[in-house]
């Protein structure tokens, strides 16, 4: 385990001690205990549990990249999906001849 | 008493190369840009410019309907594809519906990565046929790194490899000038490739790295040149810098990178010089004492160095430079008045976030970290207000006001003795004007201090009424300073 410093937010926001206690003294920075060998980018605090989030928990690094693309792969399918049948449902039906 | 100068304009006269305030575009729309679209310019103060729509009509046939001037024709008329919708999270530059939002689109250059934009809003992007032989993505990293008065952005394109400077047009591969300035060089053992350059026009100061190869190598000479001539004079040829040139000095180090592309140049006004760059996930900045010494003085880093190198303060993750490829250079912008510079690379992969320095022009040794952690939905950034930097947000604006990670600098403060001041804002009112006397931002160490940005809501409807995620685009002219429009006249 390590410490890590993140912002008010909870986005992740340093690893180094001078920088990351500079930040909680003028209380904009949270100071946690984050596992070891996780990527800042998969790392949050919860400011309602009041700890540290590990995004995709328990998959590795390169299997964590592949389940996020793949998420955002997910959604933005389901949102072309939902918007074309939005513009079909819009279209003005031809005038009867 | 009037005399001639009086007459014809009271005697001042404005830099023909000034524009206003930065303006920057939108484009939101849905997957298909088939049915809903929305592109238009916006000012700093976030209030429409100008919209390139002729017509709109929703019908199954017209991709980009109703543009005028949609110039993004070449091969097969959506040389970037149709869908600007797609997220960016790890991609690189030939997925081009993604990368539209990298970083690395956008630096001090009016020209971006794979397009330009004019102040009217016409978009052209670049043929991807012809792409990777483009100068900006096999050589842009040789670009000057250029310090420019207030409101100026470098209108001429400076590159210099090995011992040999060139103009080019733009973005363009014409060269319109060549000098070979080996001669000028007075390291004894002058190493062959430059890797990086920086050039202040108030002091008339171009200095150059140059290192043992155009990849890893640690080994470096610094020349440091001062001339009588500018540069970007519009008549100057490089060989008149070089001919009148005042000064000459140079100091050899030993310095740790990854890649040597990636170095960034900034020639302080106080003749102090900051070089940093992307170093692995990390970035590494280092400030040295180029002032004038003497011949056969101070021939060392060591005898030239502020402090120490200073390695990225702020989060970092994987993230990719010059190393994974030339086009994903180190960039280097300035606030639009030219007293904050910054040198920033991505925080996640080939584009979303953002890890920086950002340093006083005026005193290279004041600098601060800039930190922003997005993975997905990102875009990039550019110059906002007077002494500021926008961008990196582009999730969804269905439902809500396009948001925007804005800070800005103090441009009168450059005592690297004291914290650094940043204003922020907030997403909303109440936070960005409280009820209390708090600053809205923070006072950050120099140095060491981290600066986490937040997002703030722009009042701005991002695209169509639907999902869409806006693409940020860089504007290749701003307009004329003080031109009757005040709303990006600059005044």
Not at chain 2, 217 to 239: A, Q
Not at chain 2, 345 to 367: H, Q
């Amino acid at each position: 385990m390590a410490t890590y410093y993140f912002n008010n937010k909870g986005e992740p926001a340093t690893p180094f001690t001078v920088s990351g206690e500079e930040l909680v003294s003028k209380g904009i920075g949270i100071k946690a205990i984050a596992p070891d060998g996780i990527e800042s980018w998969r790392l949050s605090y919860n400011l309602s549990t009041k700890a540290v989030d590990v995004l995709y928990e328990g998959l590795s690094e390169e299997d964590a990249i592949a389940k996020k693309n793949a998420d955002a792969q997910t959604l933005l399918d389901a949102e072309n999906v939902e918007m074309a049948a939005a513009a079909k449902a819009s279209e003005t039906p031809p005038k009867a001849e | 008493m009037s005399n001639l100068s009086t007459i014809f304009g009271g005697g001042t006269t404005v830099d023909a190369r000034k524009e206003g305030l930065p303006l920057f575009a939108l484009w939101g729309g849905s997957g298909d840009q088939n049915t809903q679209m929305n592109y238009r310019v916006f000012d700093s103060n976030f209030r429409i410019v100008s919209t390139p729509w002729a017509a709109v009509t929703s019908t199954t046939s017209n991709y980009r309907f109703g543009m005028l001037s949609d110039a993004s024709h070449a091969y097969n008329m959506s040389d970037h594809s149709t869908d600007f919708h797609s997220d960016l999270t790890t991609q690189g530059y030939s997925s081009w519906t993604n990368y539209q939002k990298s970083l690395y689109q956008i630096d001090q250059y009016p020209h971006c990565f794979h397009y330009t934009v004019s102040r009217g809003g016409f978009p052209t992007w670049q043929s991807y046929h012809q792409f990777t032989s483009s100068m900006e993505y096999q050589v842009g990293w040789t670009k000057l790194n250029m310090v420019l008065p207030e409101g100026c952005r470098p209108r001429r394109t400076f590159v210099n490899r090995r011992h040999t400077m060139r103009e080019m047009m733009g973005n363009s591969d014409c060269n319109s000038d060549y000098y070979d300035y080996s001669s000028h060089l007075i390291d004894p053992s002058p190493l062959n490739y430059a890797t990086g350059t920086g050039y202040n026009e108030k002091n008339k100061m171009l200095v150059m790295i140059h290192s043992g190869d155009e990849g890893g190598n640690t080994s470096k000479s610094i020349h440091i040149f001062r001339s009588s001539v500018c540069l970007n004079e519009g008549t100057t040829r490089i060989k008149d810098f070089f001919d009148n040139l005042e000064s000459t000095e140079y100091f050899t180090d030993t310095w740790t990178n990854q890649n040597v592309k990636d170095w960034c140049v900034v020639v302080g006004n106080n003749n102090w010089v900051g070089f940093g760059l992307k170093q692995s996930n990390s970035k590494r900045y280092g400030v040295f004492d180029c002032n004038l010494k003497g011949a056969g003085v101070a021939i060392t880093g060591a005898s030239r160095q502020w402090s120490t190198w200073q390695d990225f303060a702020g989060s970092t993750t994987t993230s990719y430079g010059a190393t994974q490829g030339h086009q994903y250079y180190t960039k280097f912008q300035t606030t639009w008045d030219g007293t904050w510079g910054m040198i920033y690379s991505p925080y996640y992969y080939y584009g979303p976030g953002i890890n920086a320095f950002c340093m006083s022009i005026e005193n290279p040794r004041k600098f601060i970290n800039i930190n922003q952690t997005k993975t997905s939905r990102s875009n990039p950034w550019v110059a906002w207000g007077r002494t500021g930097f926008h961008g990196g947000w582009s999730d969804n604006c269905d439902g809500e006001v396009w948001q925007t990670y804005a800070f800005a600098f103090d441009p009168k403060d450059s005592d690297h003795t004291i914290a650094t001041r940043v204003y922020k804002g907030s997403t909303s009112g109440e936070g960005a004007i409280p009820d209390n006397n708090s600053l809205v931002g923070g006072d950050f160490t120099n140095k060491t201090g981290v600066c986490s940005l937040d997002a703030m809501r722009t009042g701005l409807h991002g695209g169509t009424h639907t999902t869409n995620y806006p693409m940020l685009m860089g504007v290749n002219w701003w307009g004329n300073y003080g031109s009757a429009d005040m709303s990006y006249g600059g005044k």
